[in-house]
């Protein structure tokens, strides 16, 4: 009779074991997917922003309305947005994607964004790109307006 006590008070207190494993296990992955799209977002616009900062012309396919006047952002205030972002990834980026993203503030370029992009493709998917700056990088006028 105690065998068939101590086995049922072992399988009840694993199955509470079991539930709160499974529960912090849920909760962890919850906060994973959580942050994983909070960085996705965040990469995205920061990526939108260099883009323009880097031509201009791309402002008419981007909607970037400055909150305090209602009007397109100007350069200036993608670089400001920029810089005033910069600070904030420090709290969620790693390494790699602030070091890149520094560089591109300090020197805006082709190649930075590109380091920047890649730094962050990999925050998201832990995967390195085999493709190179090179490969990356769009050549010339690669695609040409017909007018």
Not at 125 to 137: D, G, P, T
Request: no cysteine; hydrophobic share 35%; charged share 25%.
């Amino acid at each position: 009779m105690e065998d068939i006590i101590t086995i049922l008070t072992t399988l009840g207190l694993g199955s509470v074991l079991g539930y709160f494993i499974k529960y912090a296990l849920d909760k962890k992955k919850e906060v994973y997917n959580s942050l994983y799209k909070l960085n996705e977002e965040r990469y995205k616009n920061i990526l939108s922003h260099m883009v323009i900062v880097l031509n201009d012309e791309y402002t008419k396919f981007m909607n970037h309305i400055d909150p305090r006047t209602g009007n397109q952002m100007t350069h200036d205030d993608h670089v400001d947005f920029l810089n005033a972002e910069y600070f904030q990834t420090i709290l969620y980026a790693p390494d790699n994607v602030l070091e890149a993203l520094k560089h591109f503030i300090e020197k805006p370029n082709e190649e930075n964004f590109i380091r920047t992009a890649r730094a962050m493709r990999h925050s998201l998917w832990n995967k390195k790109s085999k493709l190179q700056i090179n490969e990356l990088k769009l050549a010339n006028k690669a695609l040409q307006r017909t007018r």
